[in-house]
């Protein structure tokens, strides 16, 4: 195989998956993605003090699985609260969200945090994506994520 270094007129670094084991590898349940617009709120949870929390804020989904969301923001900072790290850098917030998959299905209350995020900048100013991954997600929550992606793809 060729090294990255060889890999010539490739215009952006490649990232290269290697396998941990040589074992078949199953697919989850959670690769299962929408690319949809669900509407949520959500909060920010102080990582080392759970009591400190942001005031509510509004986004929607650019996509959506059973294993988290990404979303757009035009800040990646909320009142004194960062959406991924505490002052201190190396601490984490985390997210309480409150999921709208729609009249039939409700509200679903989740756990997330911040697993990555990316400046943009347009001529019309500077935006960020977000990947969030959810945390400890419930069984009837999962359920109902699950129903809503499968009519969102349209395997009803």
């Given at each position: 195989a060729p090294s990255l270094w060889?890999?010539?007129?490739?215009?952006?670094p490649v990232r290269v998956e290697l396998p941990m084991t040589d074992k078949p590898r199953r697919r989850y349940a959670g690769h299962m993605t929408a690319d949809v617009h669900v509407p949520f709120r959500f909060r920010i949870v102080h990582g080392r003090d759970p009591s400190r929390k942001s005031s509510e804020q509004t986004a929607r989904?650019?996509?959506?699985?059973?294993?988290g969301l990404?979303?757009?923001?035009?800040?990646?900072?909320?009142?004194?609260?960062?959406?991924?790290?505490t002052e201190a850098s190396y601490g984490r917030?985390?997210?309480?969200?409150?999921?709208?998959l729609g009249k039939?299905?409700?509200?679903?209350d989740l756990l997330g945090q911040v697993e990555w995020y990316e400046s943009r900048q347009t001529p019309a100013g500077q935006y960020f994506i977000v990947?969030?991954?959810?945390?400890?997600?419930?069984?009837?929550?999962?359920?109902a994520m699950r129903?809503?992606?499968?009519q969102a793809q349209?395997?009803?």
């Open positions: 060889s890999m010539r007129g490739t215009p952006f989904t650019k996509s959506l699985n059973l294993m990404s979303f757009e923001t035009p800040r990646i900072e909320v009142e004194d609260f960062h959406l991924s790290f917030n985390s997210l309480e969200i409150v999921l709208d039939r299905l409700g509200e679903v990947g969030v991954g959810f945390i400890d997600v419930q069984a009837d929550v999962m359920a129903e809503f992606l499968r349209g395997f009803v």
